[in-house]
T-cell receptor
Framework: QKEVEQDPGPLSVPEGAIVSLNCTYSNSAFQYFMWYRQYSRKGPELLMYTYSSGNKEDGRFTAQVDKSSKYISLFIRDSQPSDSATYLCAMSAPSSGDKLTFGTGTRLAVRP | GAVVSQHPSWVICKSGTSVKIECRSLDFQATTMFWYRQFPKQSLMLMATSNEGSKATYEQGVEKDKFLINHASLTLSTLTVTSAHPEDSSFYIC?????????????FGEGSRLTVL
């Protein structure tokens, strides 16, 4: 079993739709949870950062962490074609510092 | 914002040759840099942690004699793929944290696509 599981998609939605992306994990030591966005043939860029359980909102993006279920989500409201990218969840434990464990990434396509 | 630059962005080489990829932190000093490999439709896999002024730390299963890492200055780390073979064809990405940033908050380079013929 992988430490972090993420549906690779692809996920295709019409412009304006609400998108829900999810990851599950098995390591209860993970405390820091991130979502990175990666455009084709580019390096990832940090989108959302959450510490422990709870919600965080930034514009059209909302990140949720449920540590009891070992489940994290990213919601994108009013999706735009420019949101088309691969979304990677990542997480780390206090003992591992900056060493991240990534999900496989979910490819998202937002149709105009 | 912080910028990490990689060069070259893509490279094609013949089997058996060596290829060097550079990773530079442009406006900050990076005592640590991470090297990842990403195969098509797969996640980023950490290969090694590059430490300025000391030996790199390799992840299990990564051959340190094949993937040579040098971190000679606070702004430059290099990855050399020695005696490259077609199975080494992949997308190599470096990243670095900024001093004082949150755990796991990394700035990634643009990646270097290696194709070995």
């Amino acid at each position: 079993q992988k430490e972090v599981e993420q549906d690779p998609g692809p996920l295709s939605v019409p412009e304006g739709a609400i998108v829900s992306l999810n990851c599950t994990y098995s390591n209860s030591a993970f405390q820091y949870f991130m979502w990175y966005r990666q455009y084709s043939r580019k390096g990832p860029e940090l989108l959302m950062y959450t510490y422990s359980s709870g919600n965080k909102e930034d514009g059209r993006f909302t990140a949720q962490v449920d540590k009891s279920s070992k489940y994290i989500s990213l919601f994108i409201r009013d999706s735009q074609p420019s949101d088309s990218a691969t979304y990677l969840c990542a997480m780390s434990a206090p003992s591992s510092g900056d060493k991240l464990t990534f999900g496989t990434g979910t490819r998202l396509a937002v149709r105009p | 914002g912080a910028v990490v630059s990689q060069h070259p962005s893509w490279v094609i080489c013949k089997s058996g040759t060596s290829v060097k990829i550079e990773c530079r932190s442009l406006d900050f000093q990076a005592t640590t840099m991470f090297w990842y490999r990403q195969f098509p439709k797969q996640s980023l896999m950490l290969m090694a942690t590059s430490n300025e002024g000391s030996k790199a730390t390799y992840e299990q299963g990564v051959e340190k004699d094949k993937f040579l890492i040098n971190h000679a200055s606070l702004t430059l780390s290099t990855l050399t793929v020695t005696s490259a073979h077609p199975e080494d064809s992949s997308f190599y990405i470096c990243s670095a944290p900024i001093s004082g940033s949150r755990d796991g908050e990394l700035f990634f380079g643009e990646g270097s696509r290696l194709t070995v013929l």
